[in-house]
């Protein structure tokens, strides 16, 4: 069975339960990262060109409301729906407050993120006609580095549910790859 802290009055601890109310509430976290940083580096090497762009964010929680929603047992045995993994070796089969929100689910939301990287080779002036003549391979999102267990860890920080992981929050980033040509005549 899932056990919550349980607070009388004053805001002091007096054990557990199984059934907390709004009084057993504590802030556990922030949903605004503490750090937001991003650095550009541009590298060149005779007709070569390198472009990459890393982001992130560090020091914030994100509550991971997927999660939680699909570590309800009662899930599987009511509707025959979908539940994680976790639920069978972590969780007793009876456990009805299992998606109850708690810290279980507030994650560590630091990241880092290549989110640009872009190879081009200059070919510089071809014949009479061709000024310039650059060939370039750009992949977006290239890779993250992160703890979090969700899908993204570059959740929403605004409206009413910062820092709260939903199926409808928002769509994940992609992974995009682009080759392209730059002609100058």
Known sequence: ???????????????????????????????????????????????????????????????????????????????GKNILADVATEQHANDSRAQ???????????????????????FGKIGNYVNNLRVYATCNNVFTITGYKGIDPEVNLGGLTPGMDMRNSNYPRTRSFMVGVNMNF
């Not at 060149?44 to 762009?53: D, E, R």
Request: net charge neutral; hydrophobic share 30%.
């Open 1 to 79: 069975m899932s056990l919550f802290n349980d607070y009388d009055e004053n805001g002091n601890l007096v054990g557990t339960t199984d059934a907390p109310d709004n009084s057993d509430r504590r802030k556990a976290g922030s949903a605004q990262p503490k750090l937001t940083y991003g650095w550009s580096n541009d590298l060149t090497w005779k007709n070569w060109s390198l472009s990459a762009f890393f982001q992130g964010v560090a020091g914030n929680k994100i509550f991971n409301a997927i999660r939680a929603s699909y570590s309800d047992p009662t899930l599987l045995k009511s509707f």
């Open 100 to 122: 109850a929100p708690s810290t279980r689910y507030l994650e560590n939301g630091s990241y880092l993120r290549l989110s640009t990287l872009s190879l081009s080779y200059n």
